[in-house]
């Protein structure tokens, strides 16, 4: 007992300490970051390095001392949000350029810049990424129990690459952040996953590889015909018609690995389903972004006559996905596996409201990824929780935890039901906005994906009641009844999400005033490009 | 025929005259009994000591015979690079089997005063005698454990092939020494013209017995069994440099003397390139043996590096030398670990990064590079290689060699699957050498660095 209570005290003391420093860290660098706003620091490289040096920092403590290598974590996490907080303060709304913007020659060779910045649309993924991976570290505090010490190198690892990807704009530079955001990830669902991570981590690895080289060969013609990699000059060239549709899809097959579009999602639901709850919520939450993210920052605005003859095709694939999806959730026995292809029916809808190509699609589509992102990754993280509690993801195991659990049944409520779309949550904002893009575009992808919402709330309504309500099965009584409902660690982790679903259910315009002009800025340049081509 | 007046100017050769002499000078000191580590630490620091003056001693010697150019200071810098390495490599493996060391420090140094010739050499046969003073060192080191059976099979294989492919290659000489009355590069270059028929012939025989060297599909026979069987340095040093000094020199050959005839030899080389990338990356997947593993992508990374000369121009040219550079690391490193873990089946591999944690994160990135995955050095020479084919027009080729490459990642990340994902089913009876372990961290850091930081040595 006595052992225990050391430890229990010492804990208490690290976080006390960590505590303490991150809000003296956080607020000083907030202080430094407003009044920094007119001279200007590389914030942008700060926010990818930071991590790394933390992750460097985790590699020389020793790995018996576990205490120390999560509160570590947790303190690079937090400040690494913070330090994200004068991107969102002090971010200019009223222009659609890049901002914060770093430029050094990289390799003089070739002529390539290690050039980065932000704009409306990637502002929001770094914050979301910022803050998803603090909930991350707080989820998988007792979850992960073996190299815990890899664990949270890796996770730093792959949130440093994944806001690389959305800084870059070199097209070198974004395929390399794209391409090593895969090695932490693949060891991710490969070490800590379930029964068959290690066949879903090479399946996951395999398929996003495939689709990358081919995108890296897109990135290379490009690259030859202009002579520059530089993703603002990119978008200045108009390229002839059937390169653009070669390079289209070049740079498709890379992105639609990673939306997941039908019918190459496969890999989706076996890593999902796989990773331990870290990271399916950095999965979901981010990483299947990146590829939406590709086909706004490259696709559209490179290859605009290309995009708007595959236009039809896009905008059928993306309802097959989303009533694909959604239907396959109906029959799924495994609680991961139905949020992963709900994951695949939702994204459907960011690429339908994306290939719409009108203001509020696009806008509809971003919004949604952000609440994707929040909501799945909540979701997650509830699955995590009561996984952790009952070692089984059958739904037929379940029942009544209502009754067991029941502010945790609440919230998953909440998260649920935005997941559905209704009115009042975030999730309704992006749908909608969607639909009304679409419609716009061509009516009957509209009104068939609206079909789908109907089925989205079947298998989600059904599955609430399927685990939470019922009677209570002796399983749950066993495994459930002891551990209680949501400790406050868990409740630290999902409070920030209800928070977000709420605020941008009700006040959508904080979110959206970010994307107004970004998205103006890339529908004129869009229709320009088609102009001069006619 | 006139033998011509040729000046004697011998400042180009120094370094290769220094090495020759200090050669010589371990070969005569394993008549007395000397401190192993003052021995190897002492050519260690002779060998770096000699890349100051190959870049000093830049230029021509014994008239247009020998050439140091920017070309060959930078492949002799990674072959003396790689001898290093190896060297440290094979010092720690023959020190924990008591194998007397000195005979095989003075093979490997004379294998790679071999292969320095060779790529400064501008006259066949130079060429042709500093190619066999090279096969003829490696040769021996591959039985230079005298009572492994297999190591001795491996090495009579290694003799009886390498023996036909110097044959071959010799017929070719003679015909293109017969098609152009010289064996002067220049000379040859001028008089190309004259017998077109005979010429071809020579050249093609020639490019045959290279193609033996360097281990490329349909020649590769060789390769797995020699690699396999060798001692574990000795495969790291054979797979790795021989590679370095015969592309190199082949592909100067190829671009410098013979641009005219771009059409015929890169169509032959086209063929033999997808071959090599097909069968080697195929054929390395159901592979249960690490080291043969290792030489099956060691087969296909030779294909991916004759994407580059096939372009056939200068550019080209420099994108191989980079890939030969970091090839180097990545596979001497990836050998290391092999000796580290003193475990030859992959099985074995299983749960190893339990045991060590450090080492099996720098197989890890050596896995990773040899995929080709950024941050790491295999990447951005690979992208090179690629950019190269394309811009000459040869897209079908890299999605091909692209294909391929994701076959060549599930081998690959095989390794890194059991290290970290499988719980071990033995424990690893590793051996702990300070020389091993500075080789990896060497190779792992400089394969990192070199990935984040391309602009040292792209050319």
């Not at chain 1, 236009?311 to 396959?328: C, R």
């Not at chain 2, 190959?54 to 021509?60: A, L, N, S, T, V």
């Not at chain 2, 390395?284 to 030489?295: D, E, G, S, T, V």
């Not at chain 2, 390794?415 to 970290?420: F, K």
Request: one cysteine or more; a positive charge; aromatic letters at 14%.
């Amino acid at each position: 007992m006595s052992t225990e209570y050391v430890i229990k005290k010492e804990m208490k003391k690290h976080l006390l300490i960590a505590l303490l420093i991150t809000i003296l860290a956080g607020s000083t660098i907030i202080a430094f970051g407003i009044a920094v706003n007119n001279f200007k620091y590389p914030l942008l490289s700060t926010l990818i390095f930071f991590p790394l040096l933390g992750s460097l920092f985790i590699f020389f403590i020793s790995s018996q001392r576990e205490e120390l290598i999560k509160v570590t974590t947790l303190v690079v996490a937090i400040v690494e949000f913070i330090l994200s907080l004068p991107l969102y303060l002090s971010f200019d709304k009223y222009s659609s350029k890049m901002q914060f913007i770093e430029k050094y020659l990289w390799i003089p060779q070739w002529g390539i810049y290690y050039s980065l910045g932000v704009d409306g649309i990637s502002i929001l993924f770094i914050l979301l990424s910022g803050l998803l991976t603090i909930l991350c570290v707080l989820v998988s505090w007792n979850e992960i129990n073996k190299k815990i010490k890899e664990f949270y190198i890796c996770l730093l690892l792959t949130h440093s690459a994944m806001i690389g990807v959305f800084m870059s704009l070199d097209i070198f530079l974004f395929y390399i952040f794209w391409e090593a955001m895969l090695i932490p990830m693949y060891l991710i669902i490969g070490v800590w996953g379930g029964p068959r991570r290690i066949y879903s981590a090479i399946k996951f690895f395999l398929y996003t590889f495939i689709g990358s080289l081919l995108m890296l060969i897109g990135i290379i013609i490009l690259y030859l015909h202009t002579g520059t990699s530089d993703l603002m000059r990119l978008t200045q060239f108009s390229y002839p018609y059937k390169m653009q549709i070669w390079l289209f899809l070049a740079f498709l097959s890379a992105f639609a690995v990673k939306v997941p579009m039908w019918p190459v999602h496969t890999w989706l639901p076996d890593a999902h389903t796989e990773a331990p709850t870290a990271g399916s919520v950095i999965l979901a939450g981010i990483l299947i972004k990146m590829g939406a993210y590709g086909l706004l920052r490259f696709n559209i605005p490179m290859f605009p006559e290309a995009t708007l003859a595959l236009k039809p095709f896009m905008l059928i694939l993306s309802v097959i996905a989303i009533i694909y999806g959604a239907l396959i959730c109906l029959v799924q026995t495994d609680l991961k596996r139905l949020i992963a292809y709900s994951s695949v029916s939702h994204m459907g809808f960011v690429t339908l409201g994306i290939f719409a190509l009108n203001h509020q699609g696009i806008q509809g589509g971003i919004l949604q990824m952000i609440n994707h992102g929040i909501i799945t990754g909540a979701l997650f993280l509830c699955i995590g929780i009561v996984y952790q509690r009952s070692h089984t993801r059958e739904i037929a195991k379940y029942g009544g935890v209502a009754s067991v659990m029941p502010i945790y049944s609440a919230l998953f409520m909440v998260f649920l039901l935005a997941s559905i779309g209704l009115p009042g949550t975030n999730g309704f904002i992006g749908e909608f906005l969607i639909l009304l893009g679409a419609f716009k575009a061509w009516k009957l992808m509209s009104i068939l994906g609206a079909t789908a919402l109907i089925i989205g709330a079947a298998y989600m309504l059904w599955l609430y009641e399927r685990v939470f309500f019922k009677k209570t099965t002796p399983y749950i009584n066993e495994h459930i009844r002891g551990y209680g409902d949501l400790n406050s660690r868990e409740i630290v982790t999902l409070l920030p999400l209800l928070l977000a679903v709420f605020w941008i259910g009700f006040y959508p315009k904080e979110i959206l005033s970010f994307l107004d002009l970004s998205v103006r800025d890339l529908l004129n340049h869009f229709n320009s490009m088609i102009g001069v081509a006619k | 025929m006139n033998i011509p007046q040729v000046p004697l100017n011998f400042h180009a050769l120094i370094p290769e005259i220094c090495l020759t002499a200090f050669a010589s000078l371990i070969l005569l000191l394993s008549l007395i009994r000397i401190n192993k580590f003052l021995l190897i630490w002492s050519s260690v620091l002779f060998l770096s000591f000699l890349f100051p003056l190959i870049i000093i001693y830049e230029g021509k010697a014994l008239g247009e015979f020998f050439l140091n150019d920017f070309s060959a200071i930078y492949l002799k810098i990674i072959i003396i690079l790689g001898t290093i390495l190896s060297l440290l490599l094979l010092s720690s493996y023959l020190r924990s089997r008591l194998i007397i060391l000195k005979d095989s420090i003075a093979l490997l140094l004379f294998a790679s005063l071999g292969m320095m010739l060779l790529v400064s050499s501008r006259e066949l046969i130079s060429f042709f005698v500093s190619l066999e003073l090279m096969s003829l060192s490696l040769y021996a080191l591959v039985a230079i454990r005298k009572y492994d059976i297999r190591a001795n099979e491996a090495a009579i294989k290694y003799f009886m092939l390498g023996g036909i492919s110097t044959a071959i290659m010799l017929f070719g000489i003679a015909l293109l020494y017969g098609a152009t009355n010289s064996t002067e590069f220049l000379a040859i270059f001028q008089n190309l013209s004259r017998n077109p028929e005979l010429f071809l012939t020579g050249l093609g025989l020639f490019i045959v017995g290279l193609c033996f060297k360097v281990a490329l599909v349909p020649f590769h026979m060789w390769a797995p069994d020699v690699y396999e069987g060798a001692p574990t340095p000795v495969t790291a040093f054979i797979s790795t440099l021989p590679k370095v000094a015969v592309l190199g020199a082949f592909g100067r050959i190829l671009i410098e003397i013979f641009p005219n005839y771009h059409a015929q030899w890169s169509s032959f080389l086209i063929v033999l390139a997808v071959l090599t990338i097909l069968l080697g990356n195929i054929l390395a997947l159901p592979q249960k043996n690490i080291k043969r593993m290792l030489a099956y992508s060691s087969i296909a990374h030779g294909g991916y590096v004759v994407l580059g000369l096939i372009v056939g121009t200068e550019t080209g040219f420099n994108a191989v030398m980079t890939y030969m550079l970091v090839y180097a690391l990545m596979n001497i490193g990836a050998f290391g670990m092999v000796i580290a873990f003193n475990e030859e089946e992959i099985e074995y591999y299983k749960g190893l990064n339990k045991f060590h944690p450090v080492l099996s994160f720098a197989m890890l990135i050596f896995m990773f590079s040899l995929t080709g995955v950024p941050p790491t050095a295999g990447f951005i020479v690979k992208f090179n290689i690629f950019l190269q084919a394309i811009k000459a027009g040869y897209t079908w080729l890299v999605i091909i060699a692209v294909l391929f490459t994701v076959v060549s990642a599930y081998y690959y990340l095989r390794v890194v699957m059991y290290m970290y994902m499988k719980d071990p089913i033995k424990v690893p009876e590793s051996f702990r050498h300070r020389e091993l372990h500075i080789v990896i961290a060497l190779c792992a850091i400089g394969v990192l660095i070199l990935g984040v930081l391309p602009f040292f040595y792209i050319i």
